[in-house]
């Protein structure tokens, strides 16, 4: 029998610690921004053509923008707040607590929220600074002339990061869409996605289907085409390699293209390609383009609302959602697979990915039932015949 080993702190002794050390670090955060106000009222940063304090701390410490125009801020207000600067060195406020306070205590109650701020949360001290603080026409004007939102290719990472600023009430709005379509998906009975996947990959799935949503309807459908530039081997064969050099060791899998994108996998290629407009473009040996097919579906309309009609719903076993749904082909049409309705079968976005990123499978008749099995053959389950 193997002697069990005691632990060499305690859960007392660590807390004690951690409280010890936190207590310290706030002590030295509230001595760095006296200093930091002091250098600001005195305008050294100057000196180093930063145009403000914000910008010297970015240039002198290396913290991000965001952080040292707060530091800047905080310190300079607590220049005015006594109190709660002190409550601040001696631990009773945390730095998050102190910030926000700072945005709204006044000298007359400063006294007041140094006693009584740290038994509020930071979030509570978020509302009732949004409160406290009245805002001008001319603040609104000049928070709507700010509004921005970038996006961008991150090449290294296959992502597109997007990040902007919104005015409160524009916010409003598109946090109650974001959330409110989040919470259709927590409604819907689709339990593999509920208690799986964060609240926060829920949100990015919103934000693609209100996006979705705005294309679709969209009178234009070259304006509201994605366009993918496609390997043709990616289709009919996804597992194949092609290397650049002649060193087989490093092989290159084929895949797309998105036009002025990043590229993508085979097997996005072959999701994208289930239920899409395409038109093949013919290049020669150069790279130019010299022949032009006729733009089709790979499902043709009628025959996307007969599967509708017949499917209702997700296929997969236990999957309840309606919206969104894809037509997958059970065999690919890049492989032969025949575009009818015994090879096509409705899929929830995260199913659908699920069948070719995350390298399920699914076979069977759609007319009648369909197996699904996990990436190493073993079944999962068998779905439900469609309603008749």
Known sequence: ??????????????TAEIRSMHDAMLACQAAML????????????????????????????????STARDWARTAKCLTDLPAVAEAFAEGDLSYDQTRV???????????DWAAAGGRHSVDDLNRIARKARPVTAEESQDAHAKRRLDFCWNHDTGMVDVKGHIPEDDGQTVCAALERTV??????????????????????DALV????????????????????????????????????TDDASEPARRG???QGGPAISAETVRRLGCDCRYQTVTFDEYGIAIGLGRTQRSVPSPLSRTIALRDVTCRWPGCDRTRRLRIHHIIHWANGGRTDTDNLCSLCPAHHRL??????????NANTTLTFK???????????????
């Not at 002091?38 to 940063?45: Q, S, V």
């Not at 100057?46 to 913290?63: I, N, S, Y």
């Open 374 to 388: 996990r990436p190493d053959t073993t079944p999962i389950a068998t779905s439900r015949p469609p309603p008749r």
């Open 183 to 204: 919470d259709g998906y927590l409604r819907a009975r689709d339990r593999t996605r509920e208690g799986r996947e964060p609240y926060a990959a829920l949100l990015a």
């Open 209 to 244: 289907e209100l996006a979705g949503l705005k294309l679709g309807a969209d009178p234009d459908p070259d304006r509201a085409t994605l366009i993918v530039a496609v390997d043709a081997q990616a289709l009919t064969n996804p597992d194949s390699t092609v290397s650049d």
């Open 1 to 14: 029998m193997v002697a069990a080993t005691t632990p060499a702190h305690t859960a007392e002794m660590l």
């Open 34 to 65: 006296t200093v930091i106000a002091e250098y600001d009222e005195a305008g050294y940063y100057e000196a180093d053509g930063a145009h403000c304090m914000g910008d010297w701390l970015t240039l002198t410490l290396g913290v991000t923008g």
């Open 256 to 258: 797309g293209w998105i």
């Open 355 to 364: 069948l070719h990123e995350g390298h399920y499978h699914i076979t069977g």
């Open 101 to 111: 306070l700072a945005r709204f205590v006044t000298a007359d109650d400063d006294a």
